[in-house]
């Protein structure tokens, strides 16, 4: 691969694709443009790679450098993650897993004080149907709010807590009871901003998401639940989304604090593994307002 690195633009309101780049061999001008695409588009994908785990991280470390979520930080884990399942259905998940109709949307472990950078993702094992990812744009969903409603979000704040299965997810549950006690210091329900600066576009984007967003702050419950619901729908539009099917040599990278992902259960019974490394921290910031 490679001559003149072109972006391409994959939908109006999310992701770009990345040609004429060979990510095993990358110069500084290609990794400046490749950080203003990311800004620009929140996900950019590359195809036709011949890139095993090391490429994938130095990929990742042209956002910054390595780090693991910070709740597995915390737990003595590297940054690269291993994912593989094979999914008997839907219903095969615990019921504290199962997801309702937006559920499953999320940005990496929100209620930690910062979440990663970027995300950089890479298949080994692709199912023959289904086991796509799908991203949203939370700026393109912002942007598409009427102007008053933008202007009251500005000023709220909500909760972000560690959802019901998580710790068996992390394998927490396994762990001494004084580490549990610690994790539980260490990573408290805490406040975000509904709505953030990213901070090199400028751009607006509402930081809620349905797996870690549990209250808006100074609402009543069912007020709070209301607006919620109503927000996550917003979020899950198709006018915002991309969906990636995966072939053999891409490479997505995103932005973790202005999308959210989903992860596929559609292709049972199949086997699916990704490898996932994560690069830098960002801290959610509210945007100064006049």
Request: charged content about 25%; hydrophobic content about 40%; proline content about 8%.
């Amino acid at each position: 691969m490679g001559g003149r690195m072109t972006i391409e633009p994959i939908t109006t309101s999310i992701a770009a694709k990345i040609e004429g780049v060979d990510i095993c061999d990358i110069s500084p001008e290609e990794a400046q443009a490749i950080r203003a695409a990311l800004d620009d588009h929140g996900v950019i994908v590359f195809s036709g790679q011949k890139a095993g785990l090391e490429e994938q991280k130095r990929l990742a470390e042209v956002f910054g450098p390595l780090e693991p979520l910070p709740t597995l930080k915390f737990l003595g884990w590297e940054p690269v993650l291993v994912v593989e399942d094979i999914v008997k259905g839907r219903r095969d998940r615990p019921a504290s897993m199962q997801w309702g109709e937006h559920q499953g949307w999320h940005t990496d472990s929100t209620f930690t004080a910062q979440v990663p950078r970027v995300a950089v993702l890479r298949p080994e094992v692709i199912p023959p149907v289904g086991g796509g990812t799908s991203w949203t744009s939370l700026c393109a969903a912002y942007d598409d709010l009427s102007e008053e409603m933008q202007n009251w979000l500005c000023g709220l704040r909500a909760t972000h807590a560690e959802p019901p299965g998580y710790r068996d997810a992390i394998g927490l549950k396994d762990k001494p009871a004084e580490v549990q006690r610690a994790f539980d210091e260490a990573f408290p329900p805490l406040s975000h901003p509904v709505v953030i600066r990213h901070p090199r576009s400028g751009r607006r984007a509402l930081f809620v998401n349905p797996t870690y967003t549990v209250k808006i702050e100074g609402l009543s419950h069912k007020e709070s639940r209301h607006i919620l619901n109503f927000l996550f729908a917003h979020i899950a539009q198709s006018d915002f989304v991309y969906r990636h099917r995966w072939q053999e040599g891409d490479i997505v990278v995103w932005d973790e604090l202005v999308t959210l992902h989903l992860a596929p259960d559609d292709y049972a019974p199949h086997k699916r593994r990704v490898v996932r490394v994560t690069a830098g921290l960002e801290t959610p910031t509210a945007p100064l307002v006049a």
